[in-house]
Each structure stands twice: as C-alpha cells, then as structure tokens.
C-alpha cells in the first residue's frame, strides 16, 4: 500500500512537472495531485490586464478572518504545497498561486538579459511583485499572511518591502536571493 501510494505519488508529481505537457494535461495532473490531500477546493485562473492569468488555487472559508497566501519556488507549482492545504485550511482561508511563467499560469514574455545589473533585477522582481499585486486586488485580499519558499520567499519578501500595509505576516521558507544578513 505505501510502495504504491509512493509510486502514484512520484507518478504524478513526474507529470506536473513535464515541461512538455499540454495545458490540459497540466490540469489533469494537478486535480489528480490535489485530490489526493484536499476537498472543498477551487482552481481558477485570475485575469490581468495584460492578458495573462495567474492559477489560483483557494480553499477554506472565504469569510474567514484569517487568510494565508502560499507562493511556491521557482520552476515549481502550488501543488508544491499539496500536503499543507488540508490541514491549513480548517483554520481559515488558505490561497497559493502560481508565479507568472511557471506552474499553470499563463507564459507571458520575459526579455532574456545576458548583463546583471541593479536595472535589470529591478525590472525582474517588478515583473513578479507588480503582477502579484494586481492578482491580490483582483483577489478582493486585504491584509493576509504571505508564505514563501525558495524563490517565492525571496519575491514574497520583495513584496513584504514594496506593499508592507497588506502582508499581515511574513514567514520565508529557505528563501533564495537575499544577499546580506537582513537589518532587524
């Protein structure tokens, strides 16, 4: 039983991850994996203005006073996160999203840089943070806990710093990117 739960598990994580895949299959492959840990859930894909979509995935209580907002690393999905919905969302309102380029979010484009310079960070962490914010307000989120891991904790940061009035609480999972010891 724990061979085969191991085996479908490591099956389907195989397909979420195909970077081949079609969007359908993309989607087959996440309602499989999520189904396995929660119920009561909904997937959607919340439109932005520029045309793209960010997969917003939502479960719990939606009047809940509490809401907490799961950003996934990078090359990742919010199905990253499958096993900490359920327990998550008996306490309240439990949202994650996929990055813009990744998971099943639209795949708008980037220009690819091949010089680092402050400019160019600038204008890659605003290509994330400004998309995140114009998801928050299509989300009617007000103030929330914001968890990031890896990359997500770094951007999750980078967002804490930019719209400190709507992250309630801010809680970095192995944060990637921060180049000094932060000032407390």
Not at 87 to 98: C, E
Not at 100 to 128: H, N, W, Y
Not at 156 to 184: D, F, H, N, Q, T
């Amino acid at each position: 039983m724990i061979v085969f739960s191991i085996m479908a598990i490591s099956t389907l994580t195989k397909k979420w991850f195909n970077r081949t895949a079609s969007r359908k299959k993309l989607q087959i492959a996440q309602k499989q994996l999520l189904d396995r840990y929660v119920t009561g859930y909904t997937i959607s894909h919340v439109p932005l203005a520029s045309g793209d979509f960010i997969n917003t995935f939502d479960a719990g209580n939606i009047k809940a006073k509490k809401t907490v907002v799961m950003a996934h690393g990078f090359g990742a999905g919010l199905g990253f996160f499958m096993r900490n919905y359920g327990t998550l969302s008996q306490n309240g309102r439990i949202i994650s999203f996929d990055w813009l380029g990744m998971g099943g979010s639209s795949r708008p484009k980037f220009t690819k840089r091949t010089v680092c310079s402050d400019e160019v960070i600038e204008e890659a962490q605003s290509f994330f943070i400004d998309s995140m914010e114009e998801w928050r307000q299509q989300m009617n989120l007000d103030k929330f806990t914001l968890i990031g891991h890896s990359l997500g904790g770094y951007l999750s940061g980078c967002y804490a710093i930019k719209y400190p009035e709507r992250v309630e609480k801010l809680v970095l999972l192995s944060p990637v990117g921060i180049p000094e010891v932060p000032v407390m």
